[in-house]
């Protein structure tokens, strides 16, 4: 049958009368329900099709934004318009229901319809164990082979007799009383697919599960150290109880750079491996991330050496993204934003699977290149002092690598496919 779709103007649009929100671009129309949960898309590519969308229920109070934006006629027509045509979408979910799927950050719409097909069991789940309801909620994911009904599958495992041990064996986690504790700890914001994946893998080790069992509030610093081997031998159980309690670590984890910079350089600097649990608190970890960054300065800031140049960069540069191609140049970088490239000296010149550039767009920033397998991926982009690149200089980067074929794994721990 041939697919009749015509290009429309971008725009969006709420039907009360049916409930039914409207999303038009040049390309693509959806038809989206939000209570029950259900939505279509008709490309100019393909008929309809059932979709996931990616929604953001605000956490603030739905019915009072509408009454204000109604009061207030000075908005300008088109937000009003777009802005109340979603609001009113989501009026029509449940408040009660709005409410916790609002805490979670992502998959949003997996939740909705978990809660709206497994009903008052789903419900407790995700008010008692948030992070083991978004597990049950994205099944397929964990449960492998995929089911194909995934929602049948958890109204299944919450009926009545069931315990939250049967969902963790059959999500592939550790089926235990201390699993489902740890769960329970990790904090909304916190909670991803990829984290979680992370954690199952770790808690086969008993130090890990140890390690979380002392923590009342888990956040991604701490699953991020937790996940990573190295990182959690040499972390103490103080540091990490300081780590869950900074919120600035609840969505993404930060500390995890300076503890990287401390390892490469440790290994750079020192013939021993770091002593087990030798980093008590963040204090000592700053102090001697300080100490290994001026050694390692040192260690290159002979001016009667010639630089050491690098291998060719693998990618290009321009005036807005230069490679770091030589020692000296590493040197300035490490000096200019106060971080510790220095200590990627062995990746650069012996491993080879790390490559430095400098971002000069709207923000000053470094950006690294890491070889994986035969491909190079964009894994790290820090502002002055490791602090995160803006939303600006993070959208300008991303269309740099995209233009030139370069995959954005930013802020992963890892590539995954997609799902």
């Avoid at 009749?4 to 969006?12: E, L, M, Q, R, V």
């Avoid at 739905?62 to 609001?87: G, N």
């Avoid at 700053?286 to 800031?301: A, G, I, N, R, Y």
Wanted: charged letters at 25%.
């Amino acid at each position: 049958m041939k697919n009749s779709f015509y290009p429309a103007k971008a725009g969006i649009n709420f039907e009360e009368s049916t409930q039914k929100l409207y999303l038009f671009s040049a390309d693509s129309v959806s038809v989206m329900y939000a209570w029950p949960p259900k939505a279509w898309q008709k490309t100019t590519d393909s008929g309809w099709q059932r979709v996931r969308p990616q929604i953001d229920l605000p956490r603030y109070d739905v019915e009072k934004k509408i009454a204000w934006l109604m009061a207030f006629r000075k908005d300008p027509a088109h937000y009003r318009s777009k802005k109340m045509a979603w609001l009113k979408w989501y009026a029509t979910i449940p408040k009660p229901i709005r409410i916790q799927v609002a805490r979670f950050k992502s998959r949003q719409w997996h939740i909705l319809s978990f809660l709206a097909h497994c009903g008052d069991p789903a419900y407790d789940l995700v008010k008692s164990n948030p992070a083991l309801a978004y597990s049950l909620a994205s099944n397929w994911v964990f449960h492998k082979p995929a089911v194909k009904q995934p929602l049948r599958s958890a109204r299944s495992l919450l009926a009545k007799g069931k315990k939250q041990k049967d969902i963790l064996a059959w999500l592939g986690f550790p089926p235990t009383e201390l699993t489902r504790k740890v769960l329970m700890k990790i904090s909304h914001e916190s909670i991803t697919v990829e984290r979680l994946l992370y954690l199952r893998e770790a808690l086969a080790n008993p130090a890990v599960q140890k390690q979380l069992s002392h923590l009342s509030v888990i956040n991604a610093g701490v699953l991020r150290i937790v996940c990573d081997k190295e990182l959690c031998k040499v972390v103490s159980h103080v540091l990490l109880q300081d780590v869950s309690l900074a919120a600035k670590e609840n969505s993404s984890a930060q500390v995890v750079y300076l503890l990287e910079d401390l390892l490469r350089l440790w290994r750079l600097l020192r013939d021993r491996p770091l002593p087990i649990r030798s980093l008590t608190d963040a204090a000592k970890v700053q102090q001697l991330h300080d100490q290994l960054t001026c050694e390692s300065h040192q260690v290159l800031v002979d001016d009667s050496v010639e630089p050491v140049t690098f291998p060719a960069p693998p990618v290009e540069g321009d005036e807005m993204v230069v490679p770091i191609t030589d020692s000296r140049m590493l040197l300035e970088e490490a000096r200019q934003q106060h971080n510790c490239v220095l200590g990627y000296f062995d990746d650069i010149v012996v491993r080879q699977n790390i490559y430095l550039y400098r971002i000069l767009g709207s923000q000053r920033c470094t950006l690294a290149l890491e070889k994986r397998g035969s491909k190079w991926v964009a894994t790290q982009m820090r502002a002055v002092c490791n602090d995160p690149a803006s939303d600006q200089i993070a959208t300008q980067t991303r269309c740099w690598l995209a233009e030139r074929g370069i995959q954005n794994a930013i802020g992963q721990r890892d590539v995954l496919e997609l799902y």
